[in-house]
């Protein structure tokens, strides 16, 4: 599995920017997780939003419900975050993931990950 992650750039505060990751090396990604974690300079890498390919169920760290929408296109095989009201402390590289069991999602261990995206939030 592979993971292309684009979109990311320079904001300012209450501000919006959409992420997408594209993903290739499977016929079908029905069985399998993706979405994203973050990682701010000095912080631990941080779980940030998850959908289930198959079925769309997603999942939201608390810090973005509300503000950040998740979503896949099965046609193209891409997975897209829409931030809208974004804050200086979403300032982050933004990294797309994939697997297919949630237990490596609850671990904060997808098996496949994208390049990052960096996000910067201007106050």
């Known amino acids: 599995v592979q993971l292309q992650a684009s979109g990311g750039g320079l904001v300012q505060a209450g501000g919006f920017l959409r992420l997408s990751c594209a993903a290739s090396?499977?016929?079908?990604?029905?069985?399998?997780?993706m979405g994203w974690f973050r990682q701010a300079p000095g912080k631990e890498r941080e779980f940030v939003a998850r959908?289930?390919?198959?079925?769309?169920?997603?999942s939201y760290a608390d810090s973005v419900k509300g503000r950040f929408t998740i979503s896949r296109d099965g046609a193209k095989n891409t997975v897209d975050l829409q931030m809208n009201s974004l804050k200086p402390e979403d300032t982050a590289i933004y990294y797309c993931?994939?697997?297919?069991?949630?237990?490596?999602?609850?671990?904060?261990?997808?098996?496949?990950w994208g390049q990052g995206t960096q996000v910067t939030v201007s106050s």
């Open positions: 993931a994939a697997d297919p069991e949630l237990s490596a999602w609850i671990r904060g261990r997808p098996a496949y």
């Open positions: 090396g499977r016929t079908t990604f029905s069985s399998y997780r």
């Open positions: 959908i289930l390919w198959n079925g769309g169920a997603t």
